[in-house]
């Protein structure tokens, strides 16, 4: 597919500041796949032979490859190799967003498929990481832990769309009731917008690694493959497949009922 002229930039520092464009709240992200992200880009992000689509693409082989890793070679070395191949696909999967607000040319097909390609690796992560410590240890616990925690993450993650979904309604509402429907739209046009970095100071450097290591605590999305590679390196599966993945079971409870009471909370108000 033939992507849409765009305007390359015209210096090292113009490409940083443009590949820029995304501020993110997650630890992981933050500390690791942007930096990684804005890094790998900044030599290719003008040559037109990469594409969002080749990069996911790329995304999801990079991933598929890691669970192979996982469940063909069960020493520690499998595991970490497995582990770092996931997290570079967490980065390409990074990259893609990125390219497209760099060039300007987002697309609904493409949101569509970076989304697909996400739960298609997050399900062979659980799938493979369950696999593999319950050969290890013969631990039923091990097996149950990652399907209730997928279950969990899955659940959370489809009433948080579903809301998405049903908010996106309330606006329109709202904005046709104030004859402000026309502008609304336009501004979601832009599948993917572009935000300006903000310019920051050593200081505010600092605040924003600290910002980032607090955010360890809000067990974000993202953090699931820090969480995953750290059980991995240490050689004891269970630290994702009985620990995190019991966390993340919550999901089925408190998932749904947080959403519902936001959508709720918003209706009345």
């Known amino acids: 597919m033939r992507e849409p002229d765009f305007r390359p930039s015209s210096s090292w520092s113009e490409r940083l500041s443009r590949l820029r464009n995304y501020q993110s709240s997650d630890f ?14 900044l030599p290719v992000a003008d040559a037109r032979w990469v594409t969002a689509w080749r990069i996911t693409w790329a995304s999801l082989v990079c ?39 760099y060039r300007g040319n987002s697309t609904f097909s493409g949101y ?9 690796g997050m399900a062979g992560m659980f799938a493979a990481i369950a696999l593999r410590a319950w050969w290890k240890e013969g631990d039923v616990l091990d097996v149950f832990g990652p399907f209730l925690g997928f279950a ?16 996106t309604d309330f ?3 709202g904005h046709r ?16 917008p572009s935000t300006p970095p903000p310019s920051r100071t050593w200081r505010d450097w600092g605040a924003f690694l600290a910002r980032a290591f607090r955010s360890i605590l809000d067990f974000n999305e993202v953090d699931i493959y820090f969480f995953f590679l750290v059980a991995l390196v240490a050689g004891r599966e269970w630290i994702f497949t009985q620990v995190m993945c019991g966390f993340y079971a919550l999901g089925l409870v408190v998932g749904p009922a947080v959403f519902f009471a936001k959508l709720r909370k918003r209706e009345r108000g």
Do not use: H
């Open 28 to 41: 992981w992200a933050m500390v690791f796949a942007r930096p990684l992200t804005i890094l790998l880009l």
């Open 171 to 173: 606006d329109l509402i």
């Open 112 to 120: 569509y498929l970076d989304k697909a390609v996400d739960i298609i």
């Open 152 to 167: 969990g993450c899955s659940v959370s993650a489809y009433c948080k769309w579903v809301a998405v979904r049903v908010e």
């Open 177 to 192: 009731k104030t004859g402000t429907l026309e502008q609304y739209v336009a501004k979601r046009v832009e599948q993917n």
């Open 63 to 101: 991933k598929l490859a890691g669970i192979a890793a996982l469940l063909a070679f069960p020493g520690w070395w499998g595991g970490v190799g497995g582990g770092l191949l996931i997290n570079l696909g967490l980065v390409l999967d990074n990259m893609d967003g990125t390219l497209c607000r």
